[in-house]
């Protein structure tokens, strides 16, 4: 079945520093790849969504490119900044409109 | 624009009381709706998905239940809460056809006792 692997639970980077956060994925299909973050006692929010085509999407600093070959959709930002401080959901959609798979989570604090 | 409301913010409710939990999508006609449950510190799990009216699928029961009475709302339900049902309820929408993204609600806390 479907599935999202996320890699690193917690996270903690200073202020300015590089951000990755790797996602893997395994699809039977051709899934979109999303990246959704959450603020403590918020509901989680849109932050990334793959194209079908090369383009790499971008929202807010943040990017991730959907790596067919190696089943990848890591989050990447040049520059960490407090704000960021967030729980980051990967999520997989297997095409259609039914079923949606969330990884754990990666929990990414930043620190000045 | 589209708005997704849900009742209630939060409850405290006795093991083996009833649960009703409330969703309603403004501004879409004919979305299609999800029910996820977040456990503290857990990640998201998708209960059910409704793509029309009178129609609901289960991905994972959890004891609970799901209707869809009209196009903008989506209810979750149960008539014994278990303490294992206490969590994070977020309903979901997405647009009908062709695209993926969902949109979350606000959520609903549930403590069960």
């Known amino acids: 079945g479907d599935s999202v692997t996320q890699t690193e639970g917690l996270v903690t980077l200073t202020e300015g520093l590089p951000v990755m956060l790797n996602c893997t994925y395994q699809?039977?299909?051709?899934?979109?790849l999303f990246w959704y973050v959450q603020h403590l006692n918020e509901a989680p929010k849109l932050l990334l969504k793959?194209?079908?085509?090369?383009k790499r999407p971008e929202h807010q600093g943040f990017h991730a490119t959907l790596h067919k070959s190696s089943s990848s959709f890591h989050l990447q930002k040049s520059s960490a900044q407090l704000s960021d401080s967030a729980l980051y959901y990967c999520a997989l959609s297997d095409g259609g409109y039914q079923n949606f798979y969330f990884g754990k989570g990666t929990s990414l604090t930043v620190i000045p | 624009a589209q708005t997704i409301h849900q009742w209630p913010v939060a409850e405290i409710k006795a093991v083996g009381s009833p649960l009703s939990l409330g969703c309603t999508i403004k501004g879409k006609s004919s979305p299609n709706l999800y029910w996820y449950w977040q456990a503290t510190g857990g990640t998201l799990q998708q209960l059910f998905y409704s793509i029309t009216v009178g129609q609901v699928e289960s991905v994972v029961q959890l004891n609970l239940s799901a209707s869809r009475p009209k196009d903008d709302q989506f209810i979750l339900s149960t008539e014994k809460l278990l303490l294992s049902h206490s969590g994070f309820y977020l309903c979901?929408?997405?647009?009908?056809?062709?695209?993926?993204?969902?949109?979350f609600g606000p959520g609903t806390r549930l403590l069960v006792l």
């Open positions: 979901a929408w997405s647009p009908d056809w062709g695209q993926d993204t969902q949109y």
């Open positions: 699809s039977t299909y051709s899934p979109f």
């Open positions: 793959s194209f079908t085509d090369n």
